[in-house]
Nanobody
Framework: QVQLVESGGGLVQGGGSLRLSCAAS????????MGWFRQAPGKEREFVAA????????FYADSVKGRFTISRDNAKNTVYLQMNSLKLEDTAVYYC????????????????WGQGTQVTVSS
């Protein structure tokens, strides 16, 4: 079992930055691929970014490519999402998720989920 706890959300002006963190329990964190997803009101949960267990490989949704960066510190059992140049359309609840094996860009592949953290971008 892996438990995930997100933090770092908040209110930010358009063009600003936020860094989300996701702390994981368990001793085998490096064996899990991790992903970030988001869900805006009235919309389906969508993929944002994912990273391999060792942190070497990462993958991004086109909508965030060049603005967001996913990273991880396996010594701290933590994955991060650095969000720059935030736009109004980035407003959503952001979730981190984990799965054993290779990273995927669909929520159905992930077994473990955090409770989510709200990110609100204002004009």
């Amino acid at each position: 079992q892996v438990q995930l706890v997100e933090s770092g959300g908040g209110l930010v002006q358009g063009g600003g930055s936020l860094r989300l963190s996701c702390a994981a329990s368990g001793r085998t964190f490096s064996s899990y691929a991790m992903g970030w997803f988001r869900q805006a009101p009235g919309k389906e949960r969508e993929f944002v970014a994912a990273i391999s267990g060792g942190g070497v490989n990462s993958f991004y949704a086109d909508s965030v490519k060049g603005r967001f960066t996913i990273s991880r510190d396996n010594a701290k059992n933590t994955v991060y999402l650095q969000m720059n140049s935030l736009k109004l359309e980035d407003t959503a609840v952001y979730y981190c998720a984990g799965r054993s094996g290779v990273y995927r860009d669909s929520a159905v592949w992930y077994d473990y989920w955090g409770q989510g953290t709200q990110v609100t971008v204002s004009s």
